[in-house]
């Protein structure tokens, strides 16, 4: 049979086209070609692919651990400080190379920036570094002293230890900002103050807003796919248009209506004191806090859970009910033990595709959000734009991003993504 198989190969390798070429070696250049072919046509895709979403990500990563402001503003200190054991002040010759830095940063003017980092690890740090920056070219040594007297804050060993851990190109501290950690003065990882803790509260309740979001639109959107599915084509039109209908007006025309709709002076509670439910002295607040964040998110987020479900629902055989009756079913069993898990796999992909869109909301939160209705994604958008800490940015966007990465793969493992369905 070896033989065989080995006199077929050479025959195949012998046989010859009508221009005396060989046929596996033009059957091999054909299939090149159409796998070149294959590849330029996806080419514009993967090109878009990476520049709208691989690139900035990897510089989102990227930014979120490279800080290298400090230590090439303060180059001198940086080797100078290298061999210091951090248990007590640094020596002379590191105030002295501190000085000298100094002066050079004021003269090229990168002192704010400079300042402006280690204020990020240290509050106050910036105006101290600038002040001390415009007396250094008055110093004379010993330059300990003289930069103690200056300001005695220098005298501080903590103050110390941060300088010599942001003379390096790359830092984990913007990650432990995100997760409410610092360094304390001997560089160990300590958590921050209860008072002072910021980003991980935020990170709970943009889970726990846009959990609450997701639930609100699976009960309010599977009422309307299930009636979508079993109406008459005409009507299930109209209804279908009503659904899509907010995708015909902007966002921010749509969370701004529910601005007037909610506020104090608002339709509803207008209609609610009307109505004697509620006194005029006693109106409801509905925005500016978490209840007009879910309320104008669920609306908004709405059409992404019944468009799933509505796909699914209408490839489910009307049949399959009739048959469960006429075995003896009530339409109550009947609807939740046949019909209910074939809509499941609608389910899931209209929940991932709302909680991840909700986690991720900026203008609804930042409109109506107030204080309590904020998320993640305001205070970073605040960082990018306000105080400008762009590594602390996307080391938040980094942990949303992984955060969204685990929930999906925790989604894959439970429920299983081969089984969600847009349609």
Known sequence: M????????????????????????????????????????????????????LWPIGVMLYRSVYSPNFGETFYRT????????????????VFAAFVADLVQAKKDRTIGKAGTRINYEISGARSLFTSSA??????EP???????????????????????????????SFY???LDRRYNKDNQIVTQPEERQIYLPLFLRTFWIGGLVMVFCIILGYPIAYLLSILPLRTSNLLMIMVLLPFWTSLLVRTTAWIAILQREGIVNDVLVFLRIISDENRIQMI??????????THILLPFMVLPLYSVMKTIPPS???????LGATQFTAFTRVYMPQTLPGVGAGSVLVFILAIGYYITPALVGGRTGTLISNVIAGHMQKSLNWGLAAALGSLLLASVLVLYWLYNKIVGVDKMKFG
Do not use: H
């Open 78 to 93: 940086a080797i100078a400080i290298k061999d210091w054991d951090g248990k007590d002040l640094p020596s002379e010759d």
């Open 320 to 326: 399959y009910m009739r048959a469960a009756r006429s």
């Open 142 to 172: 010993p330059y300990k002293e003289a930069l103690i007297g200056v300001k005695e804050q220098w005298g501080e060993r903590n103050l110390w230890s941060t300088i010599k851990r942001l003379t390096g190109s790359y830092t984990a």
């Open 176 to 178: 432990l900002a995100s």
């Open 134 to 139: 415009r007396k250094a070219k008055k110093l």
């Open 2 to 53: 070896v033989d065989t198989a080995l006199n077929t190969t050479s025959v195949a390798d012998g046989l010859l086209t009508d221009d005396g070429k060989s046929l596996k070696a033009k059957l091999a250049l054909a299939t090149r070609r159409n796998k070149l072919r294959a590849f330029l046509l996806v080419a514009p895709l993967l090109v878009f692919i990476l520049v709208t979403f």
């Open 288 to 297: 500016y806090n978490q209840a007009g964040t879910i309320i104008a998110m």
